[in-house]
């Protein structure tokens, strides 16, 4: 059975502010990120990060796209931010 444990059992004051200085720049990094997708692409992304499926994912666009579409939609949007000096990799 899980249990709670607190922070400071078993990580010190400078491995939780670095731990929480992380979470920070990578909320930001996804917030910008975010800013730059159209639409469908923030769609996909947002299913994704929900943990459906590409087919799921593709019936609930509209108009709706195939599994490989969406696939597709996703490798452009890495080729987007690759030209901008972001790697991103499927």
Do not use: C, W
């Not at 670095?18 to 800013?35: A, F, G, R, W």
């Amino acid at each position: 059975m899980p249990t709670v444990i607190r922070y400071d059992e078993y990580m010190s004051p400078d491995e939780i502010l670095q731990e929480n200085t992380d979470k920070m720049y990578l909320s930001l990094l996804v917030e910008n990120i975010k800013d730059r997708m159209d639409k469908r692409e923030l769609q996909i992304a947002e299913g994704v990060m929900n943990g459906k499926s590409y087919e799921q994912i593709g019936e609930e666009l509209t108009p709706s796209v195939s599994s490989v579409r969406v696939h597709q939609i996703l490798k452009e949007f890495g080729k987007k931010l690759e030209k901008k000096g972001i790697n991103f990799e499927l």
